[in-house]
């Protein structure tokens, strides 16, 4: 990414990081609601109402590390991409061992663009960067899927 695209996403992403637990459960509900199959795949959640899940503090606390995930990922934008496949390449460990697919993923990044463009008022610009930056976040996500898949 070139700096004005690391200056755009780092200057929309202060709109959902005000509130990152807020902007979380946001994300996650939504992809329960458009994807309830995904539900499922949390044994602490998958028998709860959306509306149990609001205020639940542990979905909350969920939410918040999916938020700090990419908070500690746009951070590090200015620097080498070593830290961001370290970042990445841990959550798709994580998922993986969970048997977490690449549909879900999918599912959770259609999504996530589908909410930052409401909540940060993204322009087509914008979204095209932010499109770049999860494309680039999930190739990580899925090469390290790949080489796990491989060892098994």
């Known amino acids: 990414m070139n700096s004005d695209e690391v200056y755009e996403i780092k200057r929309t992403w202060e709109i959902p990081a005000t509130t990152p637990t807020e902007s979380g459960v946001a994300i996650l509900i939504r992809f329960?609601?458009?994807?309830?199959?995904?539900?499922?795949?949390?044994?602490?959640?998958k028998d709860m109402t959306l509306d149990e899940l609001k205020n639940n503090p542990r979905f909350k606390a969920h939410a918040n590390?999916?938020?700090?995930?990419f908070d500690d990922s746009i951070k590090t934008l200015d620097n080498n991409c070593s830290h961001l496949e370290e970042i990445w390449t841990k959550?798709?460990?994580s998922h993986f061992n969970r048997q977490i697919e690449k549909?879900?993923?999918n599912e959770l990044k259609e999504v996530?663009?589908?909410?930052?463009?409401?909540?940060c008022n993204l322009n087509d610009q914008q979204t095209e960067i932010w499109l770049k930056l999860l494309d680039f976040v999930?190739?990580?996500?899925?090469?390290?899927?790949d080489q796990l898949e491989q060892d098994v």
Request: hydrophobic letters at 50%.
């Open 91 to 93: 959550i798709a460990q």
């Open 112 to 119: 996530i663009l589908e909410v930052l463009v409401a909540a």
């Open 138 to 145: 999930y190739e990580i996500i899925f090469k390290t899927i």
């Open 65 to 69: 590390r999916i938020m700090k995930v």
């Open 103 to 105: 549909q879900s993923f």
């Open 32 to 45: 329960f609601t458009k994807y309830p199959s995904n539900l499922q795949k949390f044994s602490t959640f």
